[in-house]
């Protein structure tokens, strides 16, 4: 998002479950700030958006030339960003919500594109590229979401590993991963809405 609407954009999540939430509530995000009840406490407005990390921030700042980057690498599909951070609902359950940061079109399908700034430390985390199985665990259940939330049969990452190399992976949409997560997503809006 622009760099002076970042606060709106963090208080429209809260309005909704979006895909960066659900591999926290999942249990399976290696951030330690990624948690159910920071999740909770966020979207009830009980906490102070924290600053972002200086990798978080230049992972935004990145963005736009990973999704370039992606374009660049693949000539045969329309690839846009997300210029404005437009928060996507599902159209039957408007609480299920993602944000892709960018989309690619092969042939007449839209599909998410996550772009991810990959330090060192995580890098062993990710494989080899053009490899479903090469996306890195924790990733696999927000970019599914997405693509869940979209309607699109598939979801693109891209990947730029230490700062230097780009790598980029497409997956089919995993309709029980996806229930899976819906399940978790639900329980824990219902728990929103309770307060």
């Known amino acids: 998002c622009h760099v002076n609407d970042h606060e709106t954009f963090l208080a429209r999540r809260r309005h909704g479950i979006g895909a960066s939430d659900i591999p926290a509530l999942l249990g399976i995000s290696p951030f330690r700030y990624a948690t159910p009840m920071h999740i909770y406490m966020s979207k009830r407005g009980l906490l102070d958006e924290r600053e972002d990390t200086p990798e978080q921030e230049a992972g935004r700042m990145l963005e736009p030339a990973i999704v370039r980057w992606f374009a660049v690498r693949h000539p045969d599909c329309t690839v846009t960003h997300n210029v404005d951070s437009e ?102 809006w219902d728990r929103v809405q309770v307060g």
């Open 87 to 188: 928060i996507l609902s599902d159209p039957d359950e408007p609480w299920r919500r993602a944000t892709p940061d960018g989309f690619v079109v092969a042939g007449a399908a839209e599909e998410p594109l996550d772009a991810k700034l990959v330090g060192d430390y995580m890098a062993g985390s990710w494989g080899p590229t053009n490899t479903t199985a090469g996306v890195a665990y924790y990733v696999v259940p927000q970019v599914n979401w997405q693509a869940g939330v979209m309607g699109a049969d598939h979801w693109n990452v891209a990947a730029l590993i230490g700062g230097r190399e780009l790598r980029t992976y497409r997956g089919a949409f995993d309709q029980e991963l996806f229930d899976k997560s819906a399940k978790a997503a639900r329980d824990m």
